[in-house]
């Protein structure tokens, strides 16, 4: 069965620092897999997808993702923080023959001046 | 319009009202969600539909009734609530046996159950 294991609920960095919240997440076989944002009050916006092909995958707003199969993770960064990043962070797994999409938990960002 | 848009954005009931949310999406997909996103809980799936018709009912209560009339449009009918189904409820929508399948959300309803 699927799963998304996302560490710390809460993050916390300093404008212009790097941003790294971590993703893990379980599946059978090669999984679909997604960040998405949440900002207050608002619905969640896809920021980026892995599908099949580079590991590197490059989202919105400056974030990207890494694919690495044999740490089964998918950790979102960011080389240097805004204070317009502070929201929740979704990590999400889906199988090929599933439709359901499994989300984490959500880390909050806190972005310090 | 464009995305996937939800009404009324907020709303306040008793326990004894009957209410609606509406959801509608102009990405053309064929796929729709609803969702529960209640405060210090993950995300919960509530109800999925593809072509019209519900593929999934995770054991909700029988206190909320979707609707879909067509690919476009989803309803989430309430009655009876109880104050534990305060929350924000969030419509999705995605294109079926398409590639990745990403969902993409509207803005939710933030409902409180007075």
């Known amino acids: 069965a699927q799963s998304v294991t996302q560490l710390g609920s809460h993050v916390s960095v300093s404008e212009g620092a790097l941003v790294l919240l971590r993703c893990n997440y379980s599946?059978?076989?090669?999984?679909?897999l997604f960040w998405y944002v949440q900002y207050p009050n608002q619905g969640l916006q896809l920021l980026l997808k892995y599908t099949t092909g580079a590991t590197l995958v490059k989202g919105i707003n400056g974030f990207e993702a890494e694919f690495k199969k044999s740490e089964t993770s998918f950790h979102l960064t960011k080389p240097s923080a805004h204070m317009s990043d502070a929201a929740e962070y979704f990590c999400a797994v889906r199988e090929n023959r599933d439709d359901k999409i499994i989300f984490g938990k959500g880390t909050r960002l806190h972005i310090l001046p | 319009e464009t995305g996937v848009t939800q009404t009324p954005r907020h709303l306040v009931m008793g326990m004894t009202n009957k209410k609606s949310l509406k959801c509608e999406q102009h990405?053309?997909?064929?796929?729709m969600y609803w969702y529960k996103q209640s405060a210090k809980k993950p995300l919960e799936l509530m109800f999925v539909?593809?072509?019209?018709?519900?593929?999934e009912n995770n054991s909700v209560p029988s206190r909320f009734s979707p609707e879909c009339p067509n690919s476009s449009h989803l309803f989430l009918h309430l009655h009876t609530l109880q104050p534990e189904d305060s929350a924000l409820y969030l419509c999705?929508?995605?294109?079926?046996?398409?590639?990745?399948?990403?969902?993409?959300f509207g803005p939710g309803t933030r409902l409180t159950v007075t």
């Open positions: 599946s059978s076989v090669p999984p679909y």
């Open positions: 999705a929508s995605s294109q079926k046996m398409q590639g990745a399948r990403e969902q993409y």
């Open positions: 990405l053309g997909h064929n796929a």
């Open positions: 539909y593809n072509f019209k018709e519900q593929t």
